[in-house]
């Protein structure tokens, strides 16, 4: 079995940082992890995406530059560090992992997902 589980989630001010982490335990070895968000009323969106074996990373449009991805690989710990926060990104933010990356439907390609840590960023 393969669990996900999500920290690091919290609320603050527009302009703040926080750091997101996601712990993978099981017998699994997934080649991607990504991070993916929904807000109230929204659909789901793909936020970042990590290849566990060169650490190439990618992200959507409205996250460059602010947020980055990173992994532990000998602990299994992948990270969304996120600074200058702004109310639009506010979410519950989810880790998933694996074994295809799909672009035209990013979730598609995810094996297990987490359940969620929840991220609000006040103006």
């Known amino acids: 079995q393969v669990q996900l589980v999500e920290s690091g989630g919290g609320s603050v001010q527009g302009g703040g940082s926080l750091r997101l982490s996601c712990a993978s335990s099981g017998d699994s070895d997934s080649p991607y992890y990504g991070w993916f968000r929904q807000a109230p009323g929204k659909e789901r969106e793909w936020v970042a995406l990590?290849?566990?074996?060169?650490?190439?990373?990618y992200y959507t449009a409205s996250v460059k530059g602010r947020f980055t991805i990173s992994q532990e690989k000998a602990n299994k710990i992948v990270y969304l560090q996120m600074i200058n926060l702004k109310p639009e990104d506010s979410a519950m933010y989810y880790c998933a992992a694996g074994s295809q990356w799909t672009p035209w439907e990013p979730s598609s390609g995810m094996d297990y997902w987490g359940k969620g840590t929840l991220v609000t960023v006040s103006s």
């Open positions: 990590i290849y566990v074996d060169t650490d190439n990373t």
